[in-house]
């Protein structure tokens, strides 16, 4: 990583969310094609609440690849976005793509729940938010009823007579 992009990886991580933005733009202007340089822009952007400034970054950011870690975030933030400007689909695409790929990153399944959510799936969002608790929890009530916790995940809508 840069020297450029470590100082404005710092203004954001500082709460200087328009210098590091109007920082970053500037960088971009440089090496448009660096991937690298276009999921920061996403980040300040979103930062900044403006959601639709991000979504052409994160897309140029994954499309030009990233290392394994920052591709993770970009998935997130991308699907993460779409979210909030209601492209629910879209949101669900791209957080499918991103467990996919990074079968491991619990913290994505949280993400793909509230997509799922605002879908009105409601069964499946709380099956994977349960079973996401049951893999990552590690309180003593939550393990002492994971068994059961783990049963009645994706049967919600069952009553039981």
């Given at each position: 990583m840069d020297k450029q992009l470590k100082h404005i990886i710092s203004l954001r991580e500082n709460g200087h969310l328009e210098e590091a933005n109007r920082l970053m733009i500037a960088l971009l202007k440089e090496k448009p094609e660096n991937g690298l340089y276009h999921y920061h822009c996403a980040w300040t952007y979103d930062l900044l609440g403006k959601e639709k400034e991000a979504v052409p970054h994160y897309e140029k950011a994954i499309q030009l690849g990233l290392g394994h870690e920052d591709l993770e975030g970009a998935y997130l933030g991308?699907?993460?976005t779409y979210r909030t400007l209601g492209q629910y689909e879209q949101s669900r695409k791209i957080?499918?793509?991103a467990i996919n790929d990074f079968p491991d990153a619990e913290h994505l399944k949280i993400f793909?729940?509230?997509t799922l959510y605002y879908l009105k799936d409601h069964s499946k969002s709380m099956e994977i938010l349960l079973n996401t608790l049951l893999t990552t929890s590690n309180h003593e009530g939550v393990n002492a009823y994971s068994k059961a916790i783990k049963f009645y995940s994706d049967k919600l809508d069952q009553i039981w007579e």
């Open positions: 991308l699907g993460s957080l499918e793509q793909y729940a509230m």
